[in-house]
């Protein structure tokens, strides 16, 4: 199951599964989300941090509660993680699956994150894409670019790496080339 394209018009919202995030670090991304006329929402929690774990974007039951939230919101086109982290792993198991099978929303995060793209891909078959809110380096251009193309466009997307981040070097060598799909299964 694939959720649609973006549109202008469309609402996204950003959630906090995992670890906080702070407000102003948000900004280069909800500015390109904003240049494609995409309506920008923030989950009721998603600048919480807990006040005993600090490492957790709030409470478990409050993260749980408004992932869910979004992903039963009919008009929410995408659900947008701040960061990845940790603490995503506490919640996963309870996501409104029936409620991403009923509307297929877009979900968007990286590290932590994949945990939720794991538990909606078995349960329902809902694909996700792993990435991050950007910043404004070079970087963060590239990246930008590269969301747009991967959300408003249903052209093959090239990933590409650079010498400034430093994850940049590869392990292996080669090229692939290939269709991605929500109809490749994980096994039960």
Known sequence: MIA???RAGDRVRFVSPASPVERGTLRPTVEVLES???VVEYGAHAFDADETLDYLAGTDEDRLSYVNEALRDPGVKAIIATRG????YR???DLDVEAARAHPTLVVGFSEVTIVHLALMKACGLAGIHGAAWDEGRSGRVSAAS????VTSTEPVTVTTTTEVHT???TTGGK???RLS???RIPS
């Open 147 to 150: 969301f747009v193309s991967a």
């Open 91 to 93: 919640i996963a198991a």
């Open 4 to 6: 649609e394209r973006l």
């Open 182 to 184: 929500a109809a490749t």
């Open 168 to 170: 940049h070097v590869l």
């Open 36 to 38: 494609l006329g995409l």
């Open 176 to 178: 692939a080339t290939g």
């Open 85 to 88: 982290g940790k603490g995503a």
